[in-house]
């Protein structure tokens, strides 16, 4: 078995976060897509991004946004395969609004919530996730934390 992710961000105002978790998508030989559907702006899109995901054999959810970043949440709201969520820095509060809008999520529907636009530790995150049942990601996990230490 194999796993895949779906990334969702916001805006394509937010797909300058996108190269560097491309860097780690490769790192880990994870197959990934990636696209641009607003939770406010296209919530039709959206809900078929994730309602689509399972039976497409995605293993996780990225969702980024910035701002009131409802993203996230509403992208949990609609499956129960794991979510990270991304809060972005946006042109004010220097991303606090959206970490709290990402963070701060009701009993019921968690998104596991990285650091602001710690879009590289959520890629890795999916990758340890993937890594319960795929060996390949596993072993590449492994050789990143021992170069990660030395
Ligand atoms: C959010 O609002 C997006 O994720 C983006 O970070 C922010 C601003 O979007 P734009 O107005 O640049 O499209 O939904």
Request: avoid cysteine; charge should be neutral; aromatic fraction near 8%.
């Amino acid at each position: 078995m194999t796993g895949k992710v779906r990334v969702i961000f916001g805006s394509k105002s937010d797909l300058k976060y996108y190269e560097p978790m491309k860097e780690y998508f490769d790192k880990f030989g994870l197959e990934h897509d990636f696209h641009i559907s607003s939770a406010h702006r296209n919530p039709d899109k959206t809900k078929k991004l994730v309602t689509e995901a399972d039976e497409l054999g995605y293993s996780v959810l990225i969702a980024a946004a910035g701002m009131a970043a409802h993203l996230p949440g509403v992208v949990a709201a609609y499956t129960r395969l794991p979510v990270i969520g991304v809060p972005l820095t946006g042109p004010t509060l220097s991303g606090e609004d959206a970490l709290y809008s990402v963070v701060q999520m009701p009993t019921g529907i968690p998104v596991a919530t990285v650091a602001i636009n710690g879009t590289k530790n959520a890629v890795i995150l999916a990758a340890q996730i993937i890594a319960l049942f795929d060996k390949n990601v596993d072993e590449k996990l492994k050789e990143f934390r021992i170069k990660q230490s030395q």
